[in-house]
């Protein structure tokens, strides 16, 4: 007897041991966010634990950069039509290559990301575009990373920064800082402009990194960018300028297995010149970096001479564009493009999340003066499931005519919701009933081998 619950109690407990690390993996804690005001108050718990649940759309007022120390997972989700007009006025500290240090303002997404983690999210059609006499970087995704991990983001964007002090970069996804990138892609336009021709700025550009000693793997880089600057030049297609900025003395970096195409259109004005420019990393200040695997696609090193001419992506004086709207449909989103009629020279913006089409209502249950009835809608293009809503019988009246009873029926549209809004919680029920029947099985194996041995 005694055995047999020792016997079982062991099974239910190597079950649950079993589907313990499956309760962590689905971050069964996490704050769920649907829309702006939810990614808006991280900024009240940055330690959270978050998980995005539906697409966002940022359009309209600009975001207001937020420092970060949590777990954010996107849960594959996109973020449209981010803006950044401004940095976040809280700084921290970056350093040059001489380990000097400077306060700092950084502009992006996580202004600051500390001990934090980022999974799973995509950003299409940033803009950050600042103007500042602080030191300053810019990126997409992370201003400032400190022991931060990246996994399996996916950003596009612009980004333009124009700074008259001594630090200043531009980057796909980390501005300045350590940690770790992986998985991940950068579809990107950088933009540096130096608007202080008598300061000696050290500048940083780089498609995943603009300086310090993120580890970077099995990242895509797509990087156009342009550098006008009074000082010291560090562009690379994936990292301007790898360097170890702490004490980490032990440290072996590494960019390895990523694919870059880059097309960098600079100048330094400076008789002291540096001048990097490189397809991977641009000057590489560390001396144990792995750099293997990489695969250079294209690159273009444009450096010109000509100071007085501010390099931009758009080069006309007056720029005439024409403009392309492509409508958003079931699986992808919809944008308008932008095309100079002088340069050639395009952008995209103002993305439209992806929409079904709803077809018409279906009734599953009539209501009668006793029943609510329900009825549901799919998309009309490809048939997923858009939502039910209760029918309401509002008006006792005589029964038996059922199309008088729909007539009359009062709709009620707060139960609705896609299906598959919840696919975790069913998953994780259907997970334990399989455990549980699964403990019974075993259980009953266990009684009748143990009965068949005393006999
Ligand atoms: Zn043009
Ligand atoms: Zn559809």
Redesign the pocket.
């Known amino acids: 007897m005694n055995r047999k619950i020792a016997c079982a109690a062991m099974i239910i407990l190597l079950c649950l041991a079993a589907f313990r690390p499956a309760l962590a993996a689905g971050a069964e804690n996490a704050v769920p966010i649907s829309d702006r005001a939810g990614l808006e108050a991280i900024s009240n718990d940055p330690d959270g634990a978050y998980l995005l649940t539906a697409d966002i759309d940022l359009a309209g007022e600009p975001w207001e950069p937020i420092g970060f120390s949590g777990d954010f997972d996107g849960g594959g989700h996109t973020i449209y039509n981010l803006t950044i007009t401004a940095p976040d006025p809280q700084t921290a500290v970056s350093v040059d290559g001489n380990r000097k240090q400077y306060d700092t303002v950084f502009a992006a997404l996580f202004s600051r990301a500390e001990n934090a983690r980022i999974a799973n999210l995509n950003l299409r059609g940033v803009s950050v575009d600042v103007s500042t006499e602080q030191n300053c970087f810019a990126s997409c995704l992370v201003g400032y990373a400190e022991n931060t991990e990246i996994v399996n983001c996916s950003i596009e964007g612009r980004v333009c920064l124009e700074a008259s002090n001594i630090m200043c970069g531009v980057a796909g996804l980390v501005g300045f800082g350590y940690g770790t990138v992986r998985d991940s892609s950068a579809d990107v336009t950088l933009t540096l402009v130096d608007s202080d021709n008598g300061i000696k700025c050290e500048q940083f550009m780089g498609g995943v990194l603009g300086t310090g000693y993120v580890d970077i793997e099995n990242c895509d880089v797509t990087l156009r960018g342009f550098a006008s600057v009074f000082g010291y030049v560090h562009n690379g297609g994936i990292v301007g300028m790898y360097y170890v900025h702490t004490d980490d003395f032990a440290h072996n970096g590494y960019v390895r297995n990523c694919a870059v195409s880059a097309v960098i259109d600079f100048f330094e004005c400076n008789p002291d010149r540096r001048a990097y420019c490189a397809p991977v990393i641009g000057e590489r200040l560390h001396g144990y970096i792995e750099e293997s695997g990489n695969t250079v696609l294209l690159f273009e090193n444009n450096e010109t001479w000509d100071y007085s001419k501010t390099l931009l992506p758009e080069m006309c004086a007056s720029p005439d564009y024409t403009t392309e709207e492509k409508l958003p449909n ?1 699986a992808e989103a919809g944008y308008t493009a932008h095309t100079c009629r002088g340069c050639g020279y395009s952008y995209i913006s103002d993305y439209r999340l992806p929409e ?2 709803p077809g018409e209502w279906a009734v599953l249950r009539d209501p009668t003066p006793s029943e609510n009835g329900l009825r549901e809608r799919k ?1 009309s ?2 048939g ?1 499931f858009m939502g039910s809503e209760v029918m309401e019988y509002s008006v006792v009246d005589d029964i038996g005519d059922t199309e008088a009873a729909t007539a009359t029926a009062d709709i009620k549209s707060d139960i609705t919701g896609a299906r598959d809004e919840q696919p975790d919680s069913r998953a994780h029920l259907t997970l334990i009933l399989a455990l549980a029947a699964l403990v019974v099985v075993l259980i009953f194996i266990r009684i009748f081998k143990t009965g068949r041995n005393s006999r």
């Open positions: 079931c079904h089409s998309c293009v490809c997923e």
